[in-house]
């Protein structure tokens, strides 16, 4: 791309930032919320852009009075301080304009928003539920290091340990950008505890995530919600199997149902429930987008396809494979104590090459 085909595409950028910002001040947009948080989000995400193509067109500006004053200057000191200085603008002009094909990349709006994550056990019986306890370890340790908060929502525990499912909230910045690689069947390899022969074996656990909705985005009638409690199960302290304080919550028109009960209080239950309801209804629609997604990159995989492998955690050999990528890493031990930052990162340098040929950038 030219630089004159880069200056039109952020000049049109511009004339947007301009207008949006100009719209946050309508009284008409002022008064509906919907419509601010939608635009006040678009100007969050146009910012960026803006002071790149600032930086930028200062960056060619400088080049082109450089060139001038080499053109006329005749004091060789001059002249060798003017070649030194356009040496170094050259040198600075390919990695400005790498960086802002990577911010015209059209943004998912849904990169912004917090998720809800589920883990569930697949193949493998016991040892599938073992294993899915330890991709929640993993993750957990995750959201530690990127400061992020998560919340349980529910869990079925394994008759061996680990969990059959478990479902939570994960709230901090850009979470569904970073976690939404994760979705698919992740496999693991080893000897299970089980096991008396010392054979390995080869079990499986599914991973789903999914971007949080807010109430913006999805208006939920009463009407349209029965809502039951009844006693909680599992730990939870005095409270449990002498409180109603669990919820189900049955969407009739869709006959989603959400359940919660890590909570003591009924009520922290219904919104953590309600929460969960409005997400899956908005990813009902939001579903259509992915599966579109996943048929044109390698890094993506629809939520609705939970037999997709991405990923092997191969034990004996100390290894993870990521197969959307093909990226082989030997340090599984690091990898499962939550440092996965670097093979994200490699899944969304992968994305961005399928991003950027799709939009001609």
């Not at 006329?72 to 040496?87: F, G, P, S, V, Y």
């Amino acid at each position: 791309m030219t630089n004159n085909m880069i200056l039109e595409k952020l000049e049109g950028v511009k004339t947007r930032f301009i207008e949006v910002g100009k719209l946050l001040t309508q009284p008409d947009v002022l008064s509906d919320m919907d419509k601010y948080v939608k635009l006040n989000r678009e100007y969050k995400d146009l910012k960026p852009i803006i002071e790149a193509y600032e930086k930028y067109k200062l960056t060619l500006t400088n080049i082109s009075s450089t060139k001038e004053l080499l053109a006329t200057e005749k004091d060789e000191e001059m002249r060798e301080m003017a070649k030194a200085e356009l040496e170094q603008l050259n040198e600075n002009l390919p990695e400005m304009e790498e960086i802002i094909k990577l911010l015209l990349i059209p943004v998912d709006p849904e990169d912004e928003k917090n998720a809800v994550m589920e883990i569930r056990a697949g193949t493998g019986g016991d040892e599938a539920s073992i294993f899915a306890g330890d991709l929640f370890r993993m993750y957990s340790k995750f959201f530690e290091q990127k400061g992020w908060k998560s919340e349980i929502n529910r869990y079925t525990e394994g008759t061996a340990g680990g969990y059959k499912e478990i479902v939570l909230s994960v709230s901090g910045e850009g979470v569904y950008g970073i976690l939404k690689y994760e979705s698919g069947v992740h496999r693991v390899q080893r000897v299970p505890q089980t096991e008396t022969q010392g054979r390995i074996h080869t079990s499986a656990a599914s991973v789903v995530v999914l971007p949080e909705a807010d109430e913006f985005d999805v208006e939920i009638r009463s009407e349209d919600i029965r809502k039951d409690t009844y006693c909680s199960s599992g730990p939870g302290g005095q409270s449990v199997n002498t409180t109603y304080s669990a919820v189900r919550l049955t969407h009739v028109p869709t006959g989603i149902v959400v359940t919660c009960q890590d909570e003591k209080s009924q009520l922290k239950n219904y919104d953590k429930a309600l929460k969960e309801l409005r997400t899956r209804l908005y990813n009902l629609e939001y579903q259509k987008y992915l599966d579109d997604v996943s048929r044109k990159r390698k890094t993506m995989v629809s939520t609705g396809d939970r037999s997709a492998k991405i990923r092997t955690y191969n034990y004996p050999q100390g290894r993870m494979t990521d197969h959307r990528i093909n990226l082989t890493m030997y340090n599984l031990p690091s990898i499962l104590d939550g440092n996965i930052q670097e093979v994200i990162d490699k899944l969304q340098m992968a994305e961005n090459a399928e991003r950027l040929e799709e939009n001609n950038i």
